[in-house]
């Protein structure tokens, strides 16, 4: 496996084949989610798909297929999407009387249903979610962060007041915080996206940014505020309690498979993947060691220890194979199962079992009558101590000092020089466009977001040296 300090890059991409997570196809940019990979998606859905729940949200399905007149409705959407828009120009052999594309997002199709659906205030708010792929025609492409067609969820509602509507918008910015830095242990900022980065239609777009352990950022989620900029394109219009046709705010949010692609980045490293113990598809893995002549006796221990491990809700499996121990041992690491249990006639004997730890290392021996309430244990500590490593790591990476360019680029060539990452600075920006693009022509740093509670305040621009208006986090980006 390629060392991280080596080519990150291509350390992923070995890491992403040796654990077997997918696989490539014959299609530009779209892969296969093997089994272990879809079952990181899974839970990153179970755990969101339930707060949607509570909170009140539906799921629902639209189609794929988009006419190309839906997107001449708003003008500012389709000009962001549009050099990314696959299409569909003919059926059964025949050309069709209108392109349709595949959909990058739902905006459009959703806005039509909704200005059928929605007639009065007693209509709203109107809370639907829904589980779907999409499609957007990559020039660059990388498993799971950026491919031609990729997994995701994306959220619609449509509200009678742009107070609700903002509220909601806020209120799925938590929820997606919530879950990536809970479940998937990752430690992100929250915050607003400046003009230039915000979705193509919104009014306001707020995300959620992550650090990678090459310094660079993943946009791990995003929910916009879009006023009434939908609506008024596809007609979406009440009749309120004073009796008066309004127009619905609608919001819209989304997350991706690319969370995947995020887990592996930042808890990853030279030995392979490092899971997190609520998203990991094996919570910990059971090997039995010692001569074959003294299995027999082993697995008598053994296989009522699996009964009780799986009964108390872990996810549990045992690797049985004729392979050496120590082979089993580093494929579960490379496959990043947060604990390994070996069990052998002499432990059999002590009334004792081994736990390995994936994040630390660290083995411990336990009696075999408290085995399973230490595994829970473990696995809560393992968890919690992946985040804060996640933690230390952004806070170590993460440049409160720099305010011109000049700093910055000082800053990229050290760290080149040194061999680490460059990491993310915080800076002041006077709110130009010009002045934001320069720092991207410069140095390939883009602006990630206007953080909500910024550990500094920056009082200067770090382009012109004017007075900022905004702090803003800016890194390199995937």
């Not at 690319?258 to 930042?266: H, P, Q």
């Not at 910055?408 to 920006?429: C, D, F, K």
């Amino acid at each position: 496996m390629t060392p991280q300090s080596e080519d990150f890059s291509r350390w992923y991409l070995d890491t992403i084949r040796k654990a077997d997570l997918m696989d490539y196809t014959p299609v530009r940019g779209c892969i296969v989610f093997k089994p272990d990979g879809f079952e990181l998606w899974e839970h990153i859905q179970e755990a969101m798909d339930k707060r949607f729940k509570e909170t009140g949200h539906r799921n629902a399905y639209f189609p794929m297929l988009i006419p190309e007149s839906f997107f001449q409705k708003e003008k500012e959407h389709i000009e962001g999407f549009n050099p990314e828009l696959p299409w569909v120009t003919e059926a059964g052999g025949e050309p069709l009387e209108e392109k349709l594309a595949l959909r990058p997002t739902s905006e459009t199709i959703i806005g039509h249903m909704y200005s059928q659906w929605i007639q009065s205030y007693r209509d709203l708010p109107v809370l639907i979610n829904q589980w779907a792929n999409v499609f957007r025609w990559e020039k660059r492409t990388m498993p799971f962060l950026r491919t031609s067609e990729f997994l995701w969820q994306e959220g619609h509602t449509a509200h009678a007041t742009e107070e609700e509507a903002r509220q909601e918008t806020m209120q799925m910015l938590e929820i997606y915080r919530e879950v990536v830095e809970e479940v998937l242990a990752i430690p992100v900022w929250k915050g607003q996206k400046t003009p230039s980065e915000r979705f193509a239609g919104a009014v306001d777009t707020y995300s959620i940014e992550a650090m990678m352990k090459d310094g660079k950022a993943v946009q791990a989620g995003t929910s916009h505020y879009l006023g009434e900029n939908f609506s008024r394109g596809f007609e979406i219009k009440f009749l309120d309690r004073d009796n008066q046709f309004k127009y619905v705010h609608t919001t819209s949010w989304g997350s991706s498979t690319r969370l995947i692609g995020s887990l592996i980045m930042v808890h990853g490293d030279d030995r392979g993947l490092a899971l997190p113990p609520r998203v990991a598809p094996i919570q910990l893995v059971m090997i039995p060691v010692g001569p074959a002549k003294l299995q027999a006796k082993v697995m008598e221990t053994f296989d009522p220890l699996f009964d009780a491990i799986k009964q108390a809700g872990v996810r549990v499996k045992t690797d049985l194979r004729e392979e050496t121990p120590g082979w089993k041992f580093n494929e579960w690491e490379m496959r990043g199962v947060p604990i390994r249990l070996e069990l052998g006639p002499r432990d059999v004997d002590n009334n004792q079992v081994i736990l390995a730890r994936r994040d630390t290392g660290e083995k411990i021996t336990v009696a075999l009558d408290q085995a399973v309430d230490t595994i829970k244990q473990l696995l809560v500590d393992i968890q919690n101590n992946m985040f804060q490593k996640a933690l230390a790591f952004r806070d170590a990476h993460s440049h409160l000092d720099v305010d011109s360019l000049d700093q910055l680029n000082e800053l990229i060539s050290r760290t080149e020089q040194e061999g680490q990452p460059s990491g993310w600075v915080l800076a002041g920006w006077c709110g130009t466009n010009e002045c934001e693009a320069k720092v991207k022509e410069e140095t390939k740093f883009t602006s990630r977001n206007i953080p909500f509670e910024p550990p500094a305040v920056k009082e200067t621009c770090i382009c012109c040296g004017q007075a900022a208006k905004q702090t803003v986090w800016f890194a390199r980006a995937y």
